[in-house]
């Protein structure tokens, strides 16, 4: 450990026959003041300062700081962080490892070695983003999904599998065994980590990273963590601190109890509309109060799980006996569970009733008063009360363009062939064929229900209250409407095991919802096709129908291209909704269906009691954790038998499609790049507010005729064989095509139409926003793009910086921007530049056809949060300046930009060393 522990605090702690060091905050406070009262996950951060001070990156002010933090309860101190460990899929986790070979390959041109490139902190890697829900409702379902992800994987697969052998302190969890939030909560997480150095051992509070913003599941286990871009954490994995500003912390204090019949869903989805109401956008979270003792882990997690859905950094539970009691029941040792209580103690880490620290702010929720819920139709704060699900679509219809005309409601099918019939007279509805018979299809019409993605997956009282339902459905004689596309993907292998034990297994599979995969699916966006004759239906007639699902993200586009409005809610209400077929009536009111005795059958007859529900929980045993994860690493026959090349540097293949040699390292070993003023930039993008990482980076399915899809048939891949963009993560040239080229993505220099298209401004032509900026290239002109408030919500999408970088943009300039998007902007080198003064692209009636001109950057010390000058040239030629916000933070950062981004920050000094 490099403290000089100037503070005298290093102490030590017997755990039965084992001695641990550590550094004590009590002891600290001597020196520091009264801390008792901080924030537990502010103490997390002192801890990590107090373990890492070498008057160099963390000094004694920065130690006093934090203390200092309770008297204005917030702070503009920069601090660097260094997180434990760092957690990765493999969507994100791909281009990491190949930013990792590409930094070897430098390397070793440069004359150095690469296998000084390693990661120096822990690295887990979970394979969990890649299966795709192909084959549904059918036993050999999970058997064939395996298959075609593994064909359709291999060499991304291969490539994991070389990064494993070839790199220090990287494990892989193969596919098929769990989410990684889920596989994270119920294995890795320790609560206190430990490490053993210069013949001691050393405990400390388990931190980490992670290369997908629902890292924060984990706070539920009282392990501070959260997402950050794959960029950040592969500084983070190489030694490069966490470079952030002391947080503000709002508390929220839960009391009561829930009702009967009410989910941790209806919970989390009522916590989520609070927060984003609140407005904690890079703040931390903490939860409190007297309503944790009656709160399970797996209700903890599932809160955590969704900050990023209300917008907090994390969301973190304080360590109690109900964080024993889950480190016992999922199988962790007897000497670490004795050691996270020991630890947490002695340091003050551990909740105790009534004591409630000081917090920036703070707000409250009786959880008795929570009701079902779900949120829709695009955003996961909007949240509808279940009697007003219907109405709430009604109100999503009514905004959508309405035609004067039956003709004008119907769309013709493109080539001829169709199968909708009889469609002449139907606006809302199509009529469609399956197997011999016709259907119709209408507005509302449920089309995926999908039990999927670690929000609700790691929670047994929602997934058994699922399967509860599913049982009094089947007994009632009730079955989902055939136009549903019904799938289970648990969290992890124990949800099978306890399902089984439960004897619940065959009333879901009767309904539909066997088992497809261990993996996020439909919340990534991997929901596989629908049947062809819906998909035509819905086509043909514009038709706006739903899917349900018990997920985390429902933004336009996300779930299924063809479905237009997405609905998080429960499992047990998932089931509910696939036997409805539709979102257009109130089933918390009216019938679900018919049963086998005639008589309608309502919700409240299939609903289960909270004693059925823990009943059912109960069966979940410690033997179920120790054999799923007795063997966690190793993985089936197929993964064990692809072949690994043995090589410190990795062997590029020029014709693949998945894994390709970026660009971003190439003149690494030349002069730092000068940071100039950025001149005669046209805008590429003029767009609105809550612009995600979804709109802005490739995700989903690539289309045919896109700038991807036309890469891809030149290299000779068949459309079928496209893949999802996130399994082509580790090939630039797909992604910088799919950058900003969302089906929903809005550019309002073209009136605000639908579509990753905008307009060339030289000739006046419309492009897809790739084929324009590769012109804008070969012109030499820089460019900029422009946009409202909260810029990069969502997912911790590096690709979203790293393809805005290699489209030539230079400059984002937004009112505000998301946490994570923000850093991996200027981690890639893409100055991120806010409007100030309450102007925007409005007030400042701004076209896109403008040249703009930023200014005070040539022959300037860049320094943190600079004002900057913005000129606008208009098409007459007038001008007009202003002053912007240059959203460069840190001093880390500044470092950074001057770089180049933070990899280039990385290998620039191991390469000079």
Same mark, same amino acid.
């Given at each position: 450990m490099p403290s000089l522990d100037s503070l005298k605090t290093l102490k030590t702690l017997?755990?039965?026959?084992?001695?641990?060091?550590?550094?004590?905050?009590?002891?600290a406070a001597r020196s520091l003041g009264d801390i008792d009262t901080l924030p537990m996950s502010l103490k997390v951060l002192l801890e990590n300062l107090l373990r890492w001070e070498d008057d160099k990156t963390v000094t004694g002010a920065d130690l006093k700081a934090i203390a200092a933090w309770l008297k204005e309860r917030r702070s503009d101190r920069e601090i660097q962080y260094r997180p434990a460990r760092v957690l990765m899929q493999d969507f994100t986790g791909v281009p990491a490892v190949v930013d990792l070979a590409a930094m070897r390959a430098a390397m070793a041109k440069a004359g150095g070695d690469p296998q000084r490139i390693n990661p120096l902190s822990p690295v887990d890697l979970v394979i969990?983003?890649?299966?795709?829900?192909?084959?549904?409702?059918?036993?050999?379902?999970?058997?064939?999904?395996?298959?075609?992800?593994?064909?359709?994987?291999?060499?991304?697969?291969?490539?994991?599998?070389?990064?494993?052998?070839a790199f220090d302190n990287f494990s892989v969890v193969p596919p098929g065994t769990g989410i990684c939030h889920q596989v994270n909560l119920e294995y890795l997480g320790r609560t206190v980590w430990t490490k053993d150095e210069d013949g001691r051992t050393y405990a400390f509070p388990d931190t980490l990273v992670g290369t997908d913003s629902h890292t924060t599941m984990i706070n539920g286990l009282g392990v501070l963590g959260w997402g950050v871009g794959g960029i950040e954490a592969e500084a983070a994995m190489l030694g490069q601190p966490v470079s952030m500003l002391i947080p503000e912390v709002i508390g929220f204090k839960l009391t009561g109890k829930l009702k009967e019949g009410i989910t941790a869903t209806d919970l989390v989805l009522t916590v989520t509309q609070m927060l984003r109401k609140k407005g904690v956008v890079g703040k931390f979270v903490e939860f409190y109060g007297d309503g944790l003792a009656d709160l399970p882990l797996a209700d903890r997690a599932t809160i955590a799980n969704m900050a990023p859905e209300y917008g907090a950094t994390c969301g973190f539970f304080p360590v109690d006996d109900i964080t024993l009691d889950y480190l016992r029941l999922s199988g962790r040792p007897d000497e670490l569970v004795k050691l996270v209580e020991a630890y947490s103690k002695a340091q003050g880490l551990w909740r105790l009733p009534g004591k409630e620290p000081v917090f920036t702010d703070s707000l409250a929720l009786d959880m008795g008063t929570v009701e079902a819920s779900l949120a829709g139709p695009k955003r996961p704060q909007d949240r509808v009360a279940l009697p007003n699900v219907a109405q709430a679509f009604t109100d999503f219809l009514d905004l959508q363009f309405k035609p004067t005309s039956k003709e004008e409601g119907r769309l013709e099918s493109e080539g001829g062939g169709g199968v909708a019939v009889g469609n002449a007279d139907l606006v809302g509805e199509a009529d469609y064929q399956y197997d011999g018979q016709t259907y119709r299809l209408k507005n509302g019409a449920v089309v995926i229900a999908a039990i999927t993605s670690c929000t609700n997956t790691s929670n047994p009282s929602v997934m058994m209250a699922a399967g509860l339902v599913a049982k009094k459905a089947v007994e009632k004689g009730l079955q989902r409407k055939p136009w549903v596309k019904s799938s289970l993907a648990p969290g992890s292998k124990v949800v099978t095991d306890y399902y089984k034990a439960a004897g619940l297994t065959p009333y879901l599979d009767q309904l539909g919802f066997d088992l497809v995969g261990y993996g996020c699916t439909t919340c990534i966006g991997n929901s596989g096709p629908l049947q062809e004759p819906i998909e035509k239906a819905i086509q043909q007639a514009d038709l706006s129908v739903a899917s349900v699902l018990s997920g985390n993200r429902n933004f336009e586009g996300r779930v299924h291209p063809l479905v237009k409005t997405n609905?998080?809610?429960?499992?047990?209400?998932? %089931?509910?909704?696939? +036997?409805?077929?539709? &979102?257009?009536? @109130?089933?918390? #009111?009216e019938p679900l269906g018919q049963g086998k005795d005639g008589q309608p059958v309502y919700l409240r007859d299939i609903w289960p009691s909270s004693k059925e529900i823990a009943d059912a929980v109960a069966q979940v045993n410690t033997r179920m954790f120790h054999k799923e994860y007795a063997e966690v690493f190793a993985g089936d026959a197929q993964w064990q038998a692809i072949e690994v090349p043995q090589a410190a540097t990795y062997v590029w293949q020029d014709d693949s499609t998945y894994i390709q040699h970026p660009p971003f390292f190439d003149d690494i070993a030349g002069p730092l790049p000068q940071i100039t003023d950025v001149?005669?930039?046209? %805008?590429?993008?003029? +767009?609105?507010?809550? &612009?995600?990482? @979804?709109?802005? #980076?490739?995700?989903?399915?690539?289309?045919?005729?896109?700038?991807?899809?036309r890469y891809l048939r030149d290299k000779g891949v068949e459309p079928r064989d496209f893949n999802s963009y996130g399994s082509r993560r580790g090939n630039h040239e797909v992604m910088m095509r799919g950058t900003f080229a969302n089906i929903r993505i809005r550019n309002e220099m073209l009136g605000g139409e639908e579509g990753g298209n905008t307009l060339y401004i030289p000739t006046g032509e419309k492009l897809a926003i790739y084929d324009a900026a590769m012109r804008y290239q070969a012109d030499g002109t820089p460019l900029v793009v422009i946009a409202g408030q909260e810029y990069g919500t969502g997912s911790s999408r590096d690709w979203a910086a790293k393809g805005t970088n290699l489209l030539g943009v230079k400059a984002v300039i937004a009112e505000s921007f998301e946490r994570i998007h923000r850093s991996n902007l200027v981690g890639m080198g893409v100055l991120p530049l806010q409007f100030k003064l309450d102007q925007n692209r409005k007030s400042l009636k701004l076209t896109g056809k403008e040249t703009l001109d930023i200014l005070g950057l040539s022959g300037t010390e860049l320094?943190?949060?600079?004002?900057?000058?913005?000129?606008?040239?208009?098409?007459?030629?007038?001008?007009?300046?202003?002053?912007?916000?240059?959203?460069?933070?840190?001093?880390?950062?500044?470092?950074?930009?001057?770089?180049?981004?933070?990899?280039?920050?990385?290998?620039?000094?191991?390469?000079?060393s």
């Open positions: 017997k755990v039965d026959d084992k001695t641990y060091h550590y550094f004590s905050l009590p002891d969990d983003h890649s299966v795709m829900v192909d084959k549904f409702a059918s036993s050999s379902a999970f058997e064939q999904n395996v298959d075609i992800e593994m064909q359709r994987n291999g060499e991304r697969y291969a490539f994991l599998r070389w990064g494993q052998s609905w998080l809610a429960s499992p047990p209400l998932v %089931v509910a909704y696939a +036997l409805a077929g539709t &979102v257009r009536i @109130d089933i918390s #009111s001149s005669g930039a046209r %805008v590429l993008a003029l +767009l609105g507010d809550s &612009v995600t990482t @979804d709109h802005i #980076s490739p995700a989903g399915n690539i289309k045919a005729d896109s700038p991807a899809g320094t943190p949060r600079m004002n900057l000058t913005l000129v606008i040239t208009r098409e007459d030629g007038s001008q007009e300046k202003i002053e912007v916000l240059c959203r460069i933070d840190t001093l880390n950062e500044v470092e950074y930009f001057k770089s180049g981004g933070i990899l280039h920050y990385v290998l620039r000094q191991l390469i000079a």
